[in-house]
C-alpha cells in the first residue's frame, strides 16, 4: 500500500544537546557537588530517589561560582528549546526556578515521577560511567497501560516507555509534565545528574 500517510500528532519531545566545555565544567561541578554532599548534615531529602542522594537546591544566584557561571551557560539551551516548541520568548522573564544534584551509587534509581509547575525539566549529565542507568519515558496515554494488543515489532507508534542512554556532558531539556524515570546503576561507580525546573513569566 504505497498511498498510506502516517500523521503523528502530539508529540512529545525531548531536546538532547552536547554542552559546551562540558569537560571543564564537569569537573569544577563534581567538586561542587561533592563538598555539599560533604556538609549535608540531613543527607534524608526522598523524592523520585530510592537510595542515592539529592541535594539541597543549588545557590544558583551567587555570582562568580561555578553553578552560577553553569546556570548562565544553560539560557542559550532553554532559549532554543522555547523557539523550537513555538512559546513567545519576547518580554517574558524565562528563569531557572529550581536547581539540584543526585549522586546514585551501584544499586540506586529513580522512580516514575514528573516536575510539576513547571514548563520545562532538565537532566545534564557530570558523571555517567557505563551500565549507570538509562534516562527512561514513559507515554503519556494511560489506555494502553490497561488494554492494548500484543506488540511484534516495536517501534515509536507501540512503545511505552523509551530508553535513551546518556554519556557526560548531554543535557536533556523536556516538559515538565513528562512521566521519567532513571533505571539501576549497575556499575561500580557514582553516577551524577543535575536536574532544574524552567519557569516562565
Not at 163 to 175: K, R, T, W
Request: proline share 4%; hydrophobic share 35%; with cysteine.
Amino acid at each position: 500500500m504505497n498511498d498510506v500517510k502516517i500523521l503523528n500528532l502530539f508529540p512529545e519531545p525531548i531536546f538532547k544537546y552536547k554542552f559546551d566545555n562540558f569537560k571543564e565544567f564537569n569537573a569544577e561541578l563534581s567538586k561542587y557537588i561533592y563538598d555539599l554532599y560533604k556538609n549535608d548534615s540531613d543527607k534524608n531529602i526522598l523524592k523520585s530517589n530510592q537510595g542515592g542522594w539529592h541535594s539541597p537546591d543549588f545557590e544558583i544566584s551567587k555570582k562568580d561560582t561555578v553553578q552560577n557561571k553553569f546556570a548562565l551557560s544553560l539560557q542559550k539551551y532553554i532559549l532554543n528549546v522555547c523557539q523550537n516548541l513555538g512559546w513567545k520568548t519576547e518580554n517574558k522573564q524565562i528563569r531557572i526556578a529550581s536547581m539540584w544534584s543526585i549522586i546514585n551509587k551501584k544499586g540506586d534509581f529513580n522512580i516514575t515521577h514528573t516536575h510539576p509547575n513547571c514548563f520545562l525539566s532538565a537532566a545534564y549529565y557530570v558523571k555517567a560511567p557505563e551500565n549507570c542507568g538509562k534516562f527512561q519515558v514513559e507515554s503519556l496515554n494511560q489506555a494502553k497501560k490497561y488494554s492494548y494488543p500484543e506488540v511484534k515489532n516495536k517501534n515509536e507508534l507501540n512503545t511505552n516507555i523509551f530508553s535513551l542512554n546518556i554519556q557526560e556532558g548531554d543535557l536533556l531539556i523536556f516538559p515538565g509534565y513528562l512521566p521519567h524515570k532513571v533505571s539501576e546503576n549497575n556499575s561500580d561507580e557514582d553516577r551524577i545528574v543535575i536536574s532544574f525546573n524552567v519557569d516562565i513569566r
